[in-house]
């Protein structure tokens, strides 16, 4: 197995876990930056089946919702910025909320199937990112549930911050990964439960589609190869469960990172 994916240390293995149809999966850990790893390939998502348009259909009102929340604090930290990119766009309800607040919104995804049942009046891009039909920079980009699907996080991580303005804010989402996920994803009941409790509560519910899970350390990894880049806060719309989460030394999984506009500009001058 190679070094970490997002520090380069040396990875040791964790466990094997059994996925779909009974195949036996490999998980290995970084024991510095405290996160994991399975073997394969990513999953491609150039075609799906449609029933991945019902998922995103069935939780459309609450999707929305909770972007609203999040374009509400984008603008809390970034009052003037105006245009914004949303890598793994989906069908776009994104640019809905774009729409409503008036702003200047971009698309991407790969998949066709959910490419073609894009919400209707949404700039979407049938395409991988980065993509050559995005020419300009952003002061707001969402990488929402993309991260854990991308071989090499920390060679994407670095293309995705290239396209942010001085001053721009990144939205970053993963499925969270904390030390109590990890007890409970090697307790044998959790992973032999249901589905609707196993993916709750075990760190590696999907082993066919994620292939990196990362901890809070893993993201402060990532943004520390940045000197314009800081954590603002992490997030969850309900802020009563963010207190309870800060309390117990967990992560929600969701993140706002800000490029810094002075370090930014030093950094241009100095090239």
């Known amino acids: 197995m190679e070094n970490c994916r997002v520090c ?14 009974g195949e036996k999966e490999k998980i290995y850990v970084c024991k510095t ?23 995103y259909k069935d939780r459309e009102a609450g999707t929305i919702e909770r972007l609203e929340n999040v374009f509400t604090k984008f603008i ?3 009052s003037t910025g105006k245009c ?21 919104y971009i698309g991407i995804e790969p998949n ?6 894009a919400i209707k009046h949404v700039n979407l891009i049938n395409d991988y990112f980065p993509s050559d039909k995005v020419t300009n920079k952003f002061d707001f980009i969402l990488l929402d549930n993309v991260l854990e ?6 060679e994407f991580f ?12 990144l939205f970053l989402a993963v499925p969270p990964q904390d030390w109590l996920r990890v007890f409970l994803s090697t307790n044998k009941l959790i992973q032999n439960a249901p589905e609707g409790i196993s993916r709750r509560f075990t760190l590696f519910y999907d082993l066919q589609q994620h292939v990196n899970y990362f901890s809070y350390t893993s993201i402060r990894y990532l943004v520390n190869n940045h000197k314009d880049l800081k954590i603002i806060e992490q997030f ?30 030093s950094n241009n001058h100095n090239l």
């Open 112 to 117: 066709k199937t959910l490419f073609e049942n």
């Open 158 to 169: 670095d293309k995705v911050i290239q396209w942010l303005n001085p001053g721009g804010v």
């Open 33 to 55: 930056c405290k996160t994991y790893f399975i073997n394969p390939k990513p999953f491609s998502y150039d075609s799906s089946e449609e029933n991945l348009v019902s998922y």
């Open 76 to 78: 809390t930290i970034n």
């Open 84 to 104: 914004i990119l949303d890598i793994g766009a989906a069908i776009g309800y994104s640019g809905i909320v774009a729409k409503q607040l008036n702003m200047d």
């Open 149 to 154: 699907h991308v071989y090499n996080p920390k």
């Open 8 to 21: 380069n240390s040396k990875l040791v293995f964790h466990e094997k876990l059994t996925k779909d149809l």
């Open 236 to 265: 969850h719309r309900k802020e009563w469960a963010l207190q309870i989460y800060k309390l117990l030394h967990l992560t929600t999984g969701q993140y706002f990172i800000q490029k810094d506009y002075n370090v930014s500009l």
